[in-house]
């Protein structure tokens, strides 16, 4: 039974790294639900990792800092296919190389880099393929993080940058609603356990941390995140929009666990 109505779908994936990424994870399972997945990856390098990975589906590269690159793989897609129904948008980067630094020190360059990458590119790709979209039953959905409001020191600058992101969403989500029914959502999900994250400085002790705040006392899976990506980019969640779906295993309501309130006395 094809419960998700996903059968046939054409989804484009951006952000692809590896094995341990949302963005790969999303793409097994929107396959197992028959969806066409069309992956986008930043390098020939990357392309060529993937390759290996994934043997029967296409495989473009575009570097979303480059606004050409973008036109170009716009103009790529539109040659070879009609429509698109859903777009996943798995991107983020962050210049660490400077070390730790207090927040109110972080270099302007890489604040506006990280922000062009992680944000911006959203809007861009969303432009550039804002006529393939299915204008009926089109779906577009970010990565984000579970809070933007939790000053962890460690993520630094990447917490505003989601900020952004987050808004952006609602931004185009009204904005295409002036000629489509396209849909926009973040799903935003607690720590996860991913090579990406792995650069953050620190980010092993937080995992930690976070792993015990979870009712579960069990961390969020990327296959977690990568179901409930799948869910919002099908039909079945034609009547969410504009929104980002914390997935967190409880962590949000668990600051004041016993266990780890009992730690500290």
Known sequence: MDFLQLAGKRILIFGVANRKSVAYQTGKVLEEAGAEVIYV?????????????????????????????????ATEIRQQYDVIHGLVHSIAFADYSAGWLPFHQ?????????VDISCFSLMALSNAFSQLLDPEQGSVVTISISTTRMA???????????????SSVCFLAKSFSNFSKVRFNAVCPGLLKTSASAGIPGYVDSYLFAEKATLRKEAVQ?????????????????????????????????????EIVSEQI
Do not use: W
């Open 106 to 114: 972080t270099p302007r360059a890489a604040f506006l880099q990280a």
């Open 152 to 166: 962890a020191e460690n993520y630094g600058y990447m917490a505003p940058v989601k900020a952004a992101l987050d």
């Open 41 to 73: 990856v930043r390098s020939e390098a990357r392309r060529e990792s993937l390759s290996k990975l994934i043997k029967h589906a296409p495989i473009f590269v575009c570097d979303v800092e480059h606004q050409p690159e973008i036109d170009q793989l």
């Open 222 to 258: 990327t296959q977690e995140v990568a179901d409930t990506v799948a869910f919002l980019i099908s039909p079945r969640s034609s009547g969410i929009n504009s929104q980002g779906i914390v997935i967190d295993a409880g962590m949000g309501t668990n600051y004041f666990d016993k």
